[in-house]
């Protein structure tokens, strides 16, 4: 029953980004069309003038002082698969926070593949949790440290 879910999601998955791509052909056609007639009816009584295309950089896997500047992932092996099956779903920020010891994020990512329609990631998985666990170890500490200088007193019944 599992396996035909799942199979079905990545069916209704596949057929999403179909139409997508379709659509953005269709918009990428019009969108021509439009520059090209725009372009040779010449409306306005302004001469011709040279458009000179600038080269624009978008560079989204730049990495800065050792950190992947869109996603805060620290640049270490295994981080562009993490980057790649992890923030297709949820901010990488979520992942960051959560630190944990192998065996939580093997069981995390099995309730994400039960419950959230996480695909199988097959020999990624180890890599994953081996750039987690290197990267971001639990804390020692608890959630806030002791509280210390306090005037404590008592309640009176």
């Given at each position: 029953m599992k396996k035909?879910?799942?199979d079905k999601v990545k069916h209704n998955?596949?057929?999403?980004?179909?139409k997508i791509w379709l659509?953005?052909?269709?918009?990428?056609?019009?969108?021509?069309?439009?520059?090209?007639?725009?372009?040779?009816?010449?409306?306005s009584n302004e001469p011709d003038t040279e458009i000179v295309d600038m080269p624009v950089e978008?560079?989204?896997?730049?990495?800065e002082n050792g950190i992947h500047l869109r996603t805060g992932?620290?640049?270490?092996p295994g981080m562009i698969e993490t980057i790649q099956n992890c923030t297709n779903c949820h901010s990488s920020?979520?992942?960051i926070q959560n630190r944990m010891n192998a065996e939580r994020w093997k069981s995390?990512?099995?309730?994400?593949?039960?419950?959230?329609?996480?695909?199988?990631?097959?020999?990624?998985?180890?890599?994953?949790?081996?750039?987690?666990?290197t990267n971001y170890p639990p804390k020692k500490v608890g959630r806030r440290a002791a509280l210390t200088?306090?005037?404590w007193y008592q309640l009176k019944e």
């Amino acid at each position: 029953m599992k396996k035909q879910n799942h199979d079905k999601v990545k069916h209704n998955v596949k057929d999403l980004f179909r139409k997508i791509w379709l659509v953005s052909v269709i918009l990428a056609i019009v969108a021509a069309a439009l520059i090209y007639f725009v372009k040779d009816s010449n409306l306005s009584n302004e001469p011709d003038t040279e458009i000179v295309d600038m080269p624009v950089e978008v560079d989204f896997d730049k990495i800065e002082n050792g950190i992947h500047l869109r996603t805060g992932f620290i640049d270490a092996p295994g981080m562009i698969e993490t980057i790649q099956n992890c923030t297709n779903c949820h901010s990488s920020k979520l992942v960051i926070q959560n630190r944990m010891n192998a065996e939580r994020w093997k069981s995390t990512i099995k309730w994400m593949q039960e419950t959230q329609n996480l695909w199988e990631l097959g020999e990624n998985e180890t890599v994953i949790i081996n750039y987690l666990v290197t990267n971001y170890p639990p804390k020692k500490v608890g959630r806030r440290a002791a509280l210390t200088d306090v005037e404590w007193y008592q309640l009176k019944e």
